[in-house]
C-alpha cells in the first residue's frame, strides 16, 4: 500500500508542475470542446500531432487565433490539412488550425491574391511579421473539411520554437474526462529461443480479465527468460464517444519500473517510428495496434523515458512475480493491469523447421536485388534488422515479401520497359497492387529512356500497369449556353479511373481561375466572389491531365450578367 501511495503521489506531483503557460491560450472555437482526436493518439504511420475538435458535424463555425501574433504561414494542399494556417505567438509557441474552409476576409485576400499570382490552388506563403498580425480574440477563420479529413472538424496544434508539436491540454484547456482509459487485449513477446510463455516461443495473446474495481489481470501464466509485453488500449471522454488515445502508460516488475511512454511532445522526424513502437505485423494483418512496452533497435522515440533492460523483464526458474502496467489519460483517469507470472523453464518441445525465403537482406548495409526485368535498391537503413525477404519477379509482377516489415526509408523499384512497344511506353505506370482482388494503385513514377522507376515506403506486390483512357469532365450545376447570374459556384465533376488525376488547369475568357479540387467528392468548384470574369458572355474552358499524361479538355460557354 505504501508503494503505491508513493507512486500515485510522485505521479501527481510531475503532472501539477507544468512547465507550460497556464490560461495564455484561449479556445480556437467558442462551442463546448469535445475531442475526436487527442493528441499523440496512433495513426497510420505517424503519431497525431494535435486536438481534432467536433464542430457539431457543421462547416464554417469561427476560428479564432488562441492569443495575439501574427500569421506566421499559410499552407494550402489538396490533402495533408488541406487549408492551414500558422500564427506565432510572442512567447516562442506556434499554434496551428487546419481542415480549414477558409480564412478571415483579409486573410482570404491575401492567400487569393498569392495563388492567382502563381497561378496554382496549393500554394505555401511565409508572410512577414508586419503583414498579417492578429490580435486577441480575432477570427481568422472558419472551420471546414478540406484535405485529408474524414469529416468536419478543427485540428489545433500548439509547436514549440523548434517545430516540435506539444499537447495542447498541457497548457490549461479544461476537457470534461472521468473515463478511465480501457484495455482491450494483453500480449507477451519470448525475446529469443531460450525464452517462453506456456511453452509458447513467439507472441502470445494472454486471457484479460476486467476486475470489479475497473482494472484488469491476466490469468496467471508461466514463462522463462526475457520477455516483453503488448497491449492495446484506448480512451474516452465525458462528452465524446471517439476512442482516442492515453497521456501515458508505465510498466513495473516487482515495484520497480521498467517502462514509460509519456505522449507530451515529439518532433516529426521521429514520427516515423511509430511503426517500429507498435506491432506492425498485426497492425497491417489484423488492423488492430499492439503498443509494445519494449524497446526495439532503432525505436529512438524521445517519448520514451526511464527504460530498464528495454522494457523487457527477466523471468527466472521456480520465482513468482508481478508485472504492472498502469494506463492514464490526461483527466488523471487510470486503469491498472496485473499480470501473475510464474517462472519454469519450457518444456522440451520439438519444433518444426522455419521455412524462410533464400534473399537474406543486412539492414546496417545498403541492398540490391535484380530478376529479369526488375531491380530494387534499398538504402543503408531502410530495415530496422535482418532478415528473410520474399523476392520474385513474374510477368512484370513484383513480389516483394508482405506489407508487414516497417520501414525507415522509401527505396527505389525500376522495370525495364524495353520490350513495349514506344506508344504504350508513355502511358506505363509503376502500381502497387492491394486488396482481396489486388487492384492496381498508382505509385508516383519516373521515366528514364527504357526505365520506370518509383520510390515507395512499404512492402508488397507491384507491377507495370497502363493507362490510355482520358479523364472525365462534367458540369455539375450549369449547362452550355445557359445564363448563370443567380449561381455563386461553377462545379464539375472529374475523374480518372486508373492512374488519377496529376493536374488541372481553367480560364475564363482566357484567364486562368481558381478552382478548388476537392478529391473526395471529385470536384472543381469556382466561386464567382473572385470577380475574375466581367463579361456578359463567358467561354469556360477546363483541362485535366492524369499521371501519364492523357489529357481532356473541357468548354462551355455561359452568360452573366
Known amino acids: 500500500m505504501k508503494y503505491t501511495l508513493l507512486l500515485l503521489f510522485c505521479f501527481t506531483l510531475s503532472f501539477s508542475q507544468s512547465p507550460y503557460p497556464q490560461d495564455y491560450f484561449r479556445s480556437p472555437l467558442d462551442v463546448t470542446v469535445v475531442l475526436s482526436g487527442t493528441f499523440a493518439e496512433l495513426r497510420s504511420n505517424h503519431f497525431h500531432s494535435g486536438l481534432d475538435i467536433k464542430t457539431q458535424q457543421r462547416i464554417g463555425l469561427n476560428v479564432y487565433g488562441v492569443a495575439q501574433g501574427y500569421v506566421s504561414r499559410i499552407k494550402i494542399s489538396h490533402y495533408g490539412y488541406g487549408k492551414a494556417l500558422y500564427i506565432t505567438h510572442p512567447n516562442g509557441y506556434v499554434s496551428v488550425y487546419a481542415h480549414l474552409s477558409k480564412f478571415s ?59 516540435r508539436p506539444i499537447n495542447p491540454l498541457l497548457f490549461g484547456y479544461d476537457i470534461k474526462d472521468t473515463k478511465a482509459p480501457v484495455l482491450t ?88 517510428h511509430i511503426n517500429r513502437y507498435i506491432d506492425y505485423e498485426v497492425y497491417k494483418e489484423e488492423k488492430s495496434r499492439i503498443q509494445k512496452l519494449f524497446v526495439q533497435s532503432g525505436n529512438t522515440l524521445s517519448m520514451l523515458k526511464d527504460v530498464d533492460a528495454n522494457g523487457y523483464v527477466i523471468i527466472e526458474d521456480s520465482t513468482n512475480t508481478v508485472y504492472k502496467v498502469r494506463l492514464r489519460d490526461f483527466g488523471g483517469n487510470e486503469s491498472w493491469l496485473s499480470i501473475p507470472i510464474k517462472g519454469k523453464p519450457a518444456k522440451e518441445i520439438l519444433e518444426a523447421p522455419d521455412l524462410k525465403p533464400n534473399t537474406y537482406i543486412l539492414a546496417n548495409q545498403a541492398n540490391e536485388l535484380e530478376q529479369d526485368n526488375v531491380s530494387v535498391y534499398f538504402p543503408k ?71 520506370l522507376s518509383a520510390r515507395t515506403k512499404s512492402l508488397g506486390t507491384f507491377t507495370l500497369a497502363i493507362d490510355t483512357v482520358n479523364p472525365t469532365i462534367k458540369p455539375v450545376n450549369f449547362q452550355d449556353g445557359k445564363w448563370l447570374s443567380k449561381l455563386s459556384t461553377l462545379k464539375l465533376q472529374i475523374d480518372d479511373d486508373l492512374s488519377g488525376i496529376s493536374n488541372y488547369r481553367a480560364t475564363i475568357n482566357g484567364q486562368w481561375i481558381l ?21 456578359t458572355e463567358n467561354n469556360l474552358k477546363v483541362i485535366v491531365t492524369d499521371n501519364v499524361g492523357n489529357s481532356t479538355t473541357f468548354e462551355s460557354t455561359f452568360f452573366r450578367k
Open 105 to 163: 476576409p483579409r486573410i482570404e485576400k491575401y492567400i487569393k491574391t498569392c495563388q492567382y499570382n502563381k497561378e496554382s490552388y496549393e500554394v505555401e506563403v511565409f508572410p512577414s511579421q508586419e503583414e498579417l498580425p492578429i490580435s486577441v480574440d480575432e477570427i481568422v477563420a472558419f472551420s471546414g473539411n478540406s484535405g485529408s479529413s474524414g469529416g468536419p472538424h478543427l485540428h489545433f496544434e500548439i509547436r514549440d520554437n523548434e517545430e
Open 185 to 272: 487485449s494483453v500480449y507477451a513477446y519470448p525475446k529469443n529461443k531460450k525464452s517462453h510463455v506456456n511453452d509458447i516461443k513467439k507472441r502470445i495473446e494472454l486471457r484479460l480479465i476486467p476486475n470489479k474495481n475497473g482494472n484488469y489481470s491476466t490469468a496467471p501464466i508461466e514463462a522463462y527468460g526475457d520477455i516483453g509485453f503488448g497491449i492495446v488500449s484506448y480512451d474516452q471522454q465525458d462528452l465524446g464517444y471517439n476512442k482516442n488515445g492515453l497521456s501515458n502508460i508505465q510498466s513495473f516488475y516487482n515495484g520497480n519500473k521498467t517502462f514509460e511512454m509519456d505522449f507530451k511532445r515529439f518532433s516529426f522526424a521521429e514520427s516515423k
Open 381 to 451: 537503413n531502410t530495415f530496422y534488422d535482418d532478415f528473410h525477404i520474399d523476392f520474385s519477379v513474374l510477368n512484370d509482377t513484383l513480389k516483394l515479401h508482405k506489407n508487414t516489415i516497417p520501414l525507415m526509408k522509401s527505396y527505389t523499384i525500376k522495370f525495364d520497359i524495353s520490350n513495349y512497344g514506344e506508344d504504350d511506353k508513355d502511358k506505363l505506370f509503376i502500381a502497387n497492387l492491394y486488396g482481396y482482388y489486388q487492384n492496381p494503385s498508382y505509385i508516383s513514377t519516373k521515366r528514364l529512356g527504357n526505365m
Open 515 to 535: 478552382m478548388e479540387y476537392n478529391y473526395k467528392k471529385d470536384t472543381l468548384t469556382y466561386n464567382f466572389d473572385d470577380n475574375i470574369n466581367t463579361e
